[in-house]
């Protein structure tokens, strides 16, 4: 079969180190365009990913009929014009996270990729993340068939009162970042719209309710604490610092409900408890090895792998070096939209999915301008 031809706008950090690699070695894509406004940064892509063409200019890529699917990781201050320009011309899209910054903005991009049919999806990677599948599809068996474990602790027996809620979910997304790796445009717009819409989007995976309010606490910039309600009573929070260190693990996601525990420890193990048949512990591997003579993966190879690769930083006084990164989803994600592109279907995280959290986002931030207090989310905000 015919490969598709596929461009990249926007080649900075994000497009350099996952969007282009996984590109190159796709066995169904072939690389036609880097676009870039910056010059430098196409002559450092030209020489490194070889595509076919390199321009300045998107509409190049627009009017090229070969070119069948666009990937955008441009900022999202820049992300409307584009998306329009592309759909139009009946180009499918990857577009990276958030897809908006604001209301009419997002009503603006759903319009047109609804109206125009081109295949989306918004690059909520995590979704697609194997610990995140592997703790979804726990999650799932137990809400389904639920079965208390023999060993249940149990003092009241078969007539113990019943508590409402108890097909409620309750999410906890801890996120230990370090500010000292933002960029400029980061530091403009704040982690609560560059980085949340990822958990939101999380919180939405494991709990299949409609989200009703959400408040805010702390600043949009750095640090805040946001607690998204569902309508069957399902509570999740995020808690986000920007003071923290890279030497620890990132992330660190609970999922307690109906007597059953899941923890996904930085997408490289998930501990999962009061799920009968479920192993308590299932490790995962990085995503690009470069210590492969440490054996142990999960949590503990994690932490082995940061140890030498801060030995490996301080030998050779390059800050840059950071340790193996898990596997986020991001191929799976690129994967499944290919997928649907060829074979049809809905890619996993279309406009539509992605509206939900984007939503919840954006009512995050009115919360934190009103000083925490709880904004309501509304079905119209994200359709
Ligand atoms: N999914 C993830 O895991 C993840 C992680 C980090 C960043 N991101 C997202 O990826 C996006 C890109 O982030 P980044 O860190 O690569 O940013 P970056 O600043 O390194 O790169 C953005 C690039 O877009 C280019 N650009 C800007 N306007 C353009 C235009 N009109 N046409 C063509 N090129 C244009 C810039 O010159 C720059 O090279 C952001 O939206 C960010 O939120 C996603």
Redesign the pocket.
Known sequence: MDKIGIAV???????QNLHLPNIKRHPSLELLWC????TQ?LCEVGEKFQPRKLTTD?AEVAADPRCEAVLI????T?RLP?IELFALSGKHLYI???IADTFDEMKKILRVCRETGVKTQV?H?RRAAPAVRHALKALQKHRLKPVAPRWRFDREGPDRPRLEGEKSTMVLLRVNDDYWSW?R?AFAHGALI?EMTHFADLACCFIPARPIRVSTVGSRLANHVVTIEYDDGSLATIFATAFGSFGYPKELIEIYHNGSAIIVDHLMEVRVAGVVGEPFRTTFSVADDRHPHIEEQGIEGYYKRVLASQREALESGDNSILPEQPD?G?FALLDDWLNCIRNGGEPMCNVEVAAVPTAIILRALESEELGGQPVAISPSDYS
């Open positions: 706008v926007g080649c900075g950090m994000m497009a676009c870039d406004v910056n940064v998107a990781s441009t900022t999202h820049v584009l990276e996270k958030p690059g990677n960029k445009w560059n986020k991001h």
